[in-house]
């Protein structure tokens, strides 16, 4: 006699049936018809790049996070550059980073000549805290890219007090937790710069770009410039202006967003809360699923954190289940009998 129950209660990889027969991809948009309207709309008009979509999306941006200055820039890499030029990070500058996290996080540390000093994290968070970074602390360190695993925003509160006892600066690598909140308060005005990344695999996506929040207005300034190849005015202001005079003080690059990426960006942005809120409720339902399963355990969420979940990530006992990562894997990729 079969029980349902029992079959429900075995993985597929001990004889149960299988939860899906079709791959779950590992992030994909959601495009609507408002989203394709604002970007053709932005084809019929004067401004594809430079236009004003650009301060309309650096706008709803602080609207949303609370901070008093958004940049937009071409990537969420482009945006940890742009951070690590603002903080003016150099050769002989140490800058602490997280051991897990994405490749982009301590390549821009490099991309300014500085060294990346990677430090350990929470094996039960996967976030770096303040005793993660004290260890690694030295003379050199002029900053801390504190990364927002899966969505969680880090212990802000640990993180500055330290930024302030050790006076470094606080970056937040805040690609995975746009959407997300730390004791009530919006990520974007968590650290002395946040960055934020609109890849199709993000909660928002404007197909490549990012973006970077602060409250200091110099350091909007000097990222205005850099990704606008470190010359002191756009096109659109010196057409405003009438003047064709500008100057080029520091060596910047061509990182702008597009105006058609603005303008996705912006009615992406006006679903944000909604997204986020069904992320919630899956990983809701995860969390239940999971508890129930051995060998299978889900990463801790503290209370004061408003988890975004751009991931959901598990930790595995491979002894308990029988096989390995790489196994696991491979079992919930595409099933070629599908
Ligand atoms: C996605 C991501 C980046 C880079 O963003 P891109 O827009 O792909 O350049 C940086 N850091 C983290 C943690 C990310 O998840």
Known sequence: ???????HGKLALHGGSPIRTDNLPYGRQKI??????SVVEVLRSDWLTTGPMVAAFEDAFTAVTGAKHA??????????????????IGEGDEVIVPTMTFAASANCVVYQGGTPVFA??????????????????SPRTKAV??????????????????????NFTLVADACHAVGGAYRGTQVGTMADLSTFSFHPVKHITTAEGGMITTDNADWAERMKQFRNHGITSDHRQREKQ??????????????????????????QLAKLPGLVARRREISQSYDKIFSELPGVRSLV????????????????????????????????GPRASA
Not at 120 to 132: A, I, R, Y
Not at 146 to 163: N, S
Not at 245 to 265: H, I, K, P, V
Request: aromatic fraction near 8%; charged fraction near 25%.
């Open 1 to 7: 006699m079969t029980n349902a129950r029992v079959t």
């Open 32 to 37: 609507d018809e408002t989203d394709v309207e």
């Open 71 to 88: 940049v937009s820039i071409s990537s969420g890499t482009a945006a940890l550059h742009a951070a690590m030029f603002a903080i003016e």
């Open 120 to 137: 350990d994290v929470d094996p039960e968070t996967l976030l770096l805290g303040p005793e993660d970074v004290e260890k690694k602390l």
């Open 145 to 166: 890219i504190a990364v927002d695993y899966a969505g969680q925003p880090c212990d802000y509160d640990g993180l500055r007090a330290l930024a302030k006892k050790h």
């Open 242 to 267: 009438g003047s064709w005079f500008y100057e080029m003080t520091e060596l910047g690059y061509n990182y702008r967003m597009s105006d058609m990426q603005c303008a996705l960006g912006m009615s």
């Open 301 to 332: 969420v503290r209370p004061e954190a408003y988890h975004a979940y751009h991931l959901y990530v598990v930790r595995i006992d491979e002894s308990e289940l029988g096989i390995d990562r790489g196994q696991v894997i491979r079992l919930s």
